[in-house]
Nanobody
Framework: QVQLVESGGGLVQAGGSLRLSCAAS????????MGWFRQAPGEEREFVAA????????LYADSVKGRFTISRDNAKNMVYLQMNSLKPDDTAVYFC?????????????????WGQGTQVTVSS
């Protein structure tokens, strides 16, 4: 079992930046990818970005392309989400999640392990 802990959320003005971090308790050669999702009140959980551990292949939601960057540090078992040009619509709880099998996916049902989430609030 993998434990995931997010950090880095907070309150920021529109146009500002935040960097989220996700620490994984362990990683094995069978672990495939990590993803970031978000959920606003009353909304469904939404895919944000994903990255594979081995070759760093990435996938982004259209709504964040060009503004958000996902990255990983294999040595530290860490995944990051750099969020720039933030908008009020980006306000949500952000979750990191672990996926153990290919292909790289935008579907939350494919991700086996989840963190507890970190709140991001963007004021206008």
């Amino acid at each position: 079992q993998v434990q995931l802990v997010e950090s880095g959320g907070g309150l920021v003005q529109a146009g500002g930046s935040l960097r989220l971090s996700c620490a994984a308790s362990r990683r094995t050669n069978s672990d495939y990818a990590m993803g970031w999702f978000r959920q606003a009140p009353g909304e469904e959980r939404e895919f944000v970005a994903a990255i594979t551990w081995m070759n760093g292949r990435t996938l982004y939601a259209d709504s964040v392309k060009g503004r958000f960057t996902i990255s990983r540090d294999n040595a530290k078992n860490m995944v990051y989400l750099q969020m720039n040009s933030l908008k009020p619509d980006d306000t949500a709880v952000y979750f990191c999640a672990a996926d153990r099998e290919p292909p790289l996916s935008t579907s939350y049902v494919k991700y086996a392990y989840w963190g507890q989430g970190t709140q991001v609030t963007v004021s206008s």
